[in-house]
C-alpha cells in the first residue's frame, strides 16, 4: 500500500530546507564580504585624502623679499631701485614676467593712472623661479628727476614709488599675479615700504 504522505517523487522533503539554508548561508556569507570590502576602501580613501595636502599648499608663491634705492636724490639724477622678488612656495614658479616702473608722487594725491599696474608687452620675462629662490629686478625712474623733483624729494613732501606686476604659473597650470606699491619715505635708509593700498598676491 502506497504512503499518501510520502512523495512519489524521489526528493526527500527533510532535504529541502538543508539546501535553502546552505544557499542562505553562502549569500550571507558573501554579503558580508562585499560590505567589508565597501568599508576598507572607504577608511583607505579618507586616510589618502587626509594624507594628500591641497593643491593650494603645494602651488608657487612669488612676493617682494626687499626693495633697495640707489640715491641720491638730487636734481638731474636718475635714482635706480633693486627689487627682490621670491618664491616662498613649494613648487616651481613658471612663465613668470614682471613689469616694474619707478616714479614720484606727491604726498597728498595719487597719480592719475590706472590702478593697479597692469602686464604689458614690454614686460620682462624671467621664466622659472625654483622654490626658495631670489631673483633680483632693477628699476629706474622714467626720467631724470627736474629741479621742481628734487627740492621737493629733498623735502620729503614728495616721495619715490615703485609700481609693479608679476605673473607667473604654478604646476597645477592655474596663472597668478603678485601687485606691489613700494614707497621710499625714509631717505635716511636704502629700504623702500608697502604702500597703504595695491599689494595684493593671489
Not at 594725491?109 to 631673483?135: H, Q, R, Y
Amino acid at each position: 500500500m502506497t504512503n499518501s504522505l510520502r512523495p512519489e517523487s524521489g526528493v526527500d522533503l527533510d532535504e529541502v530546507p538543508f539546501e535553502q539554508s546552505r544557499s542562505n548561508g553562502f549569500l550571507k556569507r558573501h554579503s558580508y564580504l562585499l560590505v567589508g570590502s565597501a568599508v576598507i576602501l572607504v577608511v583607505i580613501s579618507s586616510i589618502v585624502l587626509r594624507e594628500k595636502p591641497p593643491q593650494s599648499a603645494d602651488r608657487a608663491r612669488v612676493n617682494v623679499q626687499e626693495a633697495t634705492i640707489v640715491g641720491p636724490l638730487v636734481q638731474h639724477n636718475v635714482p635706480t631701485a633693486t627689487v627682490l622678488l621670491t618664491n616662498t612656495g613649494p613648487s616651481p614658479a613658471l612663465a613668470t614676467k614682471a613689469r616694474l616702473v619707478m616714479t614720484v608722487w606727491t604726498s597728498n594725491t595719487f597719480p592719475d593712472w590706472d590702478m593697479p599696474l597692469k602686464l604689458t608687452t614690454d614686460a620682462e620675462t624671467i621664466g622659472e623661479i625654483a622654490p626658495g629662490s631670489v631673483v633680483p629686478q632693477t628699476v629706474s625712474l622714467i626720467v631724470p628727476l627736474t629741479d621742481v623733483q628734487g627740492m621737493h624729494l629733498e623735502r620729503k613732501d614728495w616721495f619715490i614709488v615703485i609700481l609693479g606686476i608679476v605673473s607667473y604659473g604654478d604646476v597645477f597650470r592655474n596663472p597668478h599675479e603678485t601687485k606691489l606699491c613700494l614707497i621710499w619715505r625714509d631717505t635716511s635708509t636704502q629700504h623702500l615700504s608697502r604702500c597703504e593700498q595695491w599689494n595684493d598676491a593671489n
